[in-house]
């Protein structure tokens, strides 16, 4: 079983929409969790970091349940800037484990 | 300027020949990590070091070696490169005194054996 597991999509939304993913991880003992951005084959950045009590950055909110463990990425008034692959992340200590990613397409 | 640098960014090769990639960073990070990403996987972590005399495989380290010249500079090595091994490489630095060790990506090295 994978670490972590991502539904790759893609996710095809008009601009303006909301589009949420989530994400589930099979080590209980995991620290940290994260989404990354990765646009077309490009280097992963940070997008941002995932709390239990949710957290929002501009038009993402960023949600992590525990007892279910999973993590879930919401994206309002899509833009097509946003078109990119979402690689959830969860970290042990120095480890970092990678979903293979959600790509999420808008078109105008 | 960069602050994670990849070379080459592209490279062709044939099996059984060596190669080697190098990441150099500017960011003053003691840890340094290589990464493969091939279609439909997660990034997978080949080696990683802590700092220069500090070197410790990963999930996936046969048939790679690496070496840590420097804090500033990681090299991975592939011996004898295998077709299996074609994918895009990623170099990455972290800052262990930050929270939660967000990592710097370089900007990945397209890989093809042939």
Known sequence: RKEVEQDPGPFNVPEGATVAFNCTYSNSASQSFFWYRQDCRKEPKLLMSVYSSG???????????????YISLLIRDSKLSDSATYLCVVTNDYKLSFGAGTTVTVRA | DADVTQT?????????????????????HDRMYWYRQDPGLGLRLIY???????????????????????????????????????????????????????????????????
């Open chain 1, 55 to 69: 957290n929002e950055d501009g038009r993402f909110t960023a949600q992590l349940n525990r007892a279910s463990q």
């Open chain 2, 48 to 114: 990683y070091s802590f700092d220069v005399k500090d070197i410790n495989k990963g999930e996936i380290s046969d048939g790679y070696s690496v070496s840590r010249q420097a804090q500033a500079k990681f090299s991975l090595s592939l011996e004898s490169a295998i077709p299996n091994q074609t994918a895009l490489y990623f170099c990455a630095t972290s800052d262990p005194g930050t929270i939660y060790n967000e990592q710097f990506f370089g900007p990945g090295t397209r890989l093809t054996v042939l």
């Open chain 2, 8 to 28: 080459p960014r592209n490279r062709i090769t044939k099996t059984g020949k060596r190669i080697m990639l190098e990441c150099s960073q500017t960011k003053g």
